[in-house]
C-alpha cells in the first residue's frame, strides 16, 4: 500500500509536468461527471418538487371535479344533462366504498368581496371541516370553519394568509368583518402557509351567498375531495367511484378525477425514462473520454519506452512499471472527477439561478460519479500499463 501511495505521487508530479496534455485527456471525464450531477440535481428537484406538489393535494385523496362546460356543451346539443355532482352523489359513493373514509365537499364561487379599503372579486370556497382535515390545514390565527358553523349557517369566514395580509395590510385580520356579496361576515381565523391555497376565502358551505343565484335548488358541488384508508386501495376506490357516478348520472361523464397518487406515479415513470436516458447518454461520455486515456496512455508508454528500460534496469519489476502507469491513469481520471464534481455543482448552480428550476444533490451521486471516474481509470488504464509492464528491458534500452 505504501509502494502505491509513493507511485501515486510519483504519478502526480508527472502529470503536471505536462498540465495542458492531462487537462485535454480528462476532458471526456470531466464534462461526463458534470453532466451526471446536474442532470441528478434537476431529476431530484423535479421529484421534490412533485412530492411537495402532491403532498398539498394529499397523496391519499382522490379530487372529483364537476365539469359545468360539459354540461352545457351537452344541454346545447340536446343530449342529457345532470344536475352535476351533488351531496346525493358522495353519500352514495360513502356508502358503497367502505375504504373511503373521508369525504369533503366544495362549492367554489368568484363573488365581490369588500372592506372598508379593499373591493374586488375574489375566489370563495364553500367547505366543511373535513376539507381542512383531508388536506392538513392549519391555522395561524384563530379557528377554522366548524361543524356547528355549517349547520347553523353562520356568517364566519377564514382567510388564505396572502388574502389577510392583502385585505389588512396595516392590521390583523382576525375578528375583522369583510362584505361577501352584501352579506358581513366575521373573520374567526387565518391559515397558515398552504401553496396553492393562500389566496382563498372559506366560508361555511351552507352560506346563502353561494347558493342565492340558483335558489330554489341546491347548487352542484364544485369539487369533492374524498380521502381513501390506504394508498394500494387508491386505484381500486378511483374506479368505483368513477363507475357510480356514470351509473347515477346516467352515463354522462361531467366529472374529472384527479387521483395525485396515480399523477406521481405517472411522473416519477416519465422522470425515470428521462434520467435513464440522459445517464446513459452522459455514461458514454465517460466511456468516450475513458477510450481517450486510454489511448494517450498508450502513447505515453510508446513515448517513456526509454525511461522504462531504464527503470527495469534500476531493478524495478514488471509489477513497479505497471503500477506506476496505473497510478498515472487513477491520478489523471481522479483529478477530472473532482473537476467534474465542482463544474457539476456549478454548473447545477447556474441552472436553478437562471432558470427558476428547482435543484437537489444528493452527496450519492456526486460520489457515485467521481468514482465512476477512478473506475475509469482503472479499467482503461489497465491495457497501457500492462503493456508498459511488458516490455523487455534491453528492446527498450535501444529504443529511440
Not at 351567498?209 to 340558483?214: C, M, P
Not at 364544485?222 to 387508491?234: C, G, M, N, S, Y
Not at 475513458?290 to 527495469?312: D, F, H
Request: with cysteine.
Amino acid at each position: 500500500m505504501m509502494r502505491f501511495l509513493r507511485y501515486l505521487v510519483l504519478a502526480r508530479t508527472t502529470l503536471v509536468e505536462h498540465k495542458l496534455r492531462s487537462l485535454l485527456t480528462v476532458l471526456g471525464i470531466i464534462f461526463g461527471v458534470a453532466a451526471v450531477i446536474a442532470m441528478t440535481a434537476i431529476g431530484e428537484g423535479g421529484k421534490e418538487e412533485a412530492l411537495r406538489e402532491i403532498s398539498r393535494m394529499g397523496i391519499q385523496n382522490i379530487f372529483v371535479r364537476d365539469l359545468l362546460e360539459v354540461r352545457r356543451s351537452v344541454s346545447e346539443k340536446g343530449g342529457y344533462v345532470s344536475d352535476g355532482l351533488s351531496q346525493a352523489d358522495l353519500k352514495v359513493i360513502r356508502q358503497s366504498i367502505p375504504e373511503i373514509t373521508a369525504v369533503a365537499p366544495v362549492l367554489e364561487k368568484e363573488l365581490f368581496v369588500q372592506t372598508d379599503r379593499f373591493q374586488s372579486k375574489h375566489p370563495v370556497r364553500g367547505v366543511d371541516p373535513a376539507f381542512f382535515d383531508v388536506l392538513s390545514h392549519k391555522v395561524d390565527l384563530g379557528r377554522l370553519i366548524s361543524d356547528l358553523d355549517v349547520e347553523g349557517v353562520r356568517k364566519v369566514c377564514v382567510l388564505g394568509r396572502d388574502t389577510a395580509v392583502r385585505v389588512f395590510p396595516q392590521r390583523s385580520a382576525l375578528g375583522a368583518q369583510i362584505r361577501i356579496n352584501g352579506q358581513g361576515f366575521t373573520i374567526v381565523g387565518v391559515l397558515g402557509s398552504q401553496p396553492g391555497y393562500d389566496s382563498d376565502i372559506y366560508i361555511p358551505r351552507t352560506s346563502t351567498v353561494l347558493s342565492e343565484s340558483v335558489e330554489p335548488y341546491e347548487p352542484p358541488l364544485t369539487l369533492a375531495i374524498l380521502q381513501v384508508e390506504k394508498i394500494p386501495l387508491i386505484p381500486a376506490a378511483a374506479d368505483l367511484v368513477k363507475n357510480i357516478l356514470l351509473r347515477r348520472h346516467l352515463g354522462a361523464a361531467d366529472f374529472e378525477l384527479i387521483v395525485p397518487e396515480a399523477l406521481f406515479r405517472q411522473q416519477e415513470r416519465t422522470r425515470n425514462l428521462f434520467n435513464s436516458i440522459m445517464i446513459l447518454i452522459t455514461g458514454i461520455s465517460l466511456v468516450v473520454g475513458g477510450i481517450g486515456i486510454m489511448n494517450i496512455m498508450l502513447a505515453s508508454v510508446l513515448e517513456r519506452t526509454r525511461e522504462i528500460g531504464i527503470r527495469r534496469g534500476a531493478g524495478a519489476t514488471r509489477m513497479d512499471i505497471q503500477m506506476q502507469f496505473l497510478a498515472e491513469a487513477i491520478v489523471l481520471t481522479a483529478a477530472g472527477g473532482v473537476i467534474g464534481v465542482v463544474l457539476g455543482l456549478g454548473l447545477t448552480w447556474t441552472i436553478a439561478v437562471a432558470t427558476g428550476w428547482k435543484t437537489s444533490i444528493p452527496p450519492l451521486a456526486v460520489l457515485v460519479a467521481f468514482s465512476f471516474s477512478v473506475i475509469i481509470g482503472v479499467v482503461f488504464g489497465y491495457y497501457p500499463a500492462k503493456n508498459a509492464g511488458r516490455l523487455d528491458p534491453i528492446d527498450a534500452l535501444r529504443y529511440e
